[in-house]
């Protein structure tokens, strides 16, 4: 993501775990969700996301990566823009990350443009940590296994979907349906549908029986 002419200098006044609050130069406080850089000492860049005005020139900001090595005083660029990832026929069978940067060991694609507004998956090997950090991520994707009541209901409410994966076994199958999972990755689709079929009509039964039970 390349900074262009809007950008400005700031300072990090202050950091708590993920959370950082940069102080910027009167009139040049960047907007919501705007992305901001941040050099380490180590010369890799770390970029922060904008998630709410504090007044005094000051924005507190949500790390994209881990905040390890950072101190107060370091200086930060605002980049004038979101985080945008590539898109185009160039990016059709690869991998990135919630900052649109490959992840599949691969040469970053050529691509003509960059869409801040395309839906981005964010895929965990593990179901771990605050979700609601990750604010570019609009999915997440994990293996059922680690999948867990809290953690759906975490996503959800951060206004997020869950994708599982890869789920073959009926009993896993009914167990990700029951936690309402958004979308269930599988080679055994008919099996899958056939869960979906059995539930609905479980249901159907079901509220049928009460309403007998209530006359």
Known sequence: MAENSKTS????TQ?????LDIRFQDGNLPEINEAIHIKRQDGDKLVVEVAQHLGDDTVR????????????????????????VPVGEETLGRMFNVLGEPIDEKEPPKVKE???????LYVMSLAYGNVNRLKAADSFSMEAGNVSPSMVSRIHN???QIFVWTVNNRKIINRMIDL????????RVALVKECIYDGKTND???QYVKFLREL
């Open 9 to 12: 200098l700031g300072v990090i």
């Open 204 to 206: 159907v039964i079901s």
């Open 180 to 187: 309402n999972v958004d979308n269930i990755i599988t080679d």
């Open 61 to 84: 900001c949500i790390a994209m990566g881990p905040t390890d090595g950072l101190v107060r005083g370091m200086e930060a660029v605002a980049t004038g823009a979101p985080i945008c």
């Open 15 to 19: 950091i708590v775990g993920a959370v």
């Open 158 to 160: 951060a206004g997020k």
């Open 114 to 120: 960059y869409d801040p507004e395309i839906s981005t």
